[in-house]
């Protein structure tokens, strides 16, 4: 994801800091859905999004969700 130019959305931010607060786990199958205090966030493509981006991370197998250091860093700048 170039930030520069898709920019974070407010979902995505909220998103981010939900992680930071261990309040989240991701699937380890290739859809990456993510679970938020346990439900599913309605935001289907969050997870995959903010995956593919580089921004959360998992393992291979459903888990927390954890972000990464370049999830870190731009959740701080935000």
Known sequence: MNTA????????????????AGRCEISGTADR?????GRFLSD?????RLAAAGLIASGS???PARLTASGEALLAAA
């Open 5 to 20: 130019a898709n920019p974070l959305s407010h979902r995505d931010r909220a998103v981010l800091r939900a992680v930071a």
């Open 61 to 63: 197998h459903t888990g």
């Open 33 to 37: 859905a993510l679970v938020v205090d």
């Open 44 to 48: 289907q493509f969050a997870g995959p």
